[in-house]
């Protein structure tokens, strides 16, 4: 029986040896990585970021807990996928200018190209003009943006005006993503849809370009 705290602890702890094994003796156990995914490191991810709220962790802990994450994600990667075809979907995806977060972006990215997408991956701090120069040289169908931070919030829509002043608008789907981030928010600044988590945001591409 997997013990899904085990991880959860192990991330709040920083100890990435530890994680790793443990996520490797659940997958050996055949727990869903989903439920690995979940149950374990993101659940410890949401008490690293109490802490760090409550001044009881600080920045360099967070990146540890965050890089441990990261190749946990890592060994997570090839059993993650939604697994149906949507060959040739060319999609950007980045994290939006003054914004540094990219684990939930490279989940999202990750759940995409299982489903077969084709993923252009730009990146954290990405500046509008940056997207709209990847929407024209990729030919993109689909464009995703990332945000954290309600502070960065406002710049998924200079990112949506500068794709409307560049006459792209139609041409590509927008959609958004991120903790902050609501439907409501993404009905504000016009944006084609909103995912919570990165599974949904496969399911809500392949939608939008059906
Ligand atoms: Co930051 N940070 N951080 N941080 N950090 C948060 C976001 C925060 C909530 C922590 C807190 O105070 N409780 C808080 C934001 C508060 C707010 O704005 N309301 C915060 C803060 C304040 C900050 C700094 C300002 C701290 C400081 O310097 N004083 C600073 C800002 C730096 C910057 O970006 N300019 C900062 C820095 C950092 C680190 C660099 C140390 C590190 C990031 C490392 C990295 O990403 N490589 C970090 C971390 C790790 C976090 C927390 C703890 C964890 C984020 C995470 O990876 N979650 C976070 C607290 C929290 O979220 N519980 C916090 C796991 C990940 C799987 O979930 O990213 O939500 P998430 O992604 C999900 C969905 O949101 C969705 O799918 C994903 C998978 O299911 N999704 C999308 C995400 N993007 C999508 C795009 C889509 C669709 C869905 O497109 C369509």
Known sequence: ?????AMTEALVSCDADKIARLVNEAIAEDAKPSDILNKGLIAG?????????NGDMFIPEVLMAAQAMGSCVEILKPLLGEGEGMEGASVILGTVKGDLHDIGKNLVGMM???AGM???NLGVDIPPEDFVAEI????????CLSALLTTTMPMMKKTVD?????GLRDKVKVMIGGAPVTQSFAD????DGFAADA????RLAKELVA
């Open 199 to 202: 599974g949904s945001a496969a």
């Open 188 to 191: 504000e600044i016009g944006a």
């Open 45 to 53: 991810m949401d008490i690293v970021g109490e802490k760090m709220e």
């Open 1 to 5: 029986m997997t013990d899904f705290n």
């Open 112 to 114: 995409m190209e299982s």
């Open 118 to 120: 084709a993923v252009h």
């Open 162 to 166: 500068a794709i409307i002043e560049a």
């Open 136 to 143: 024209k040289s990729k030919n993109a169908q689909i464009v």
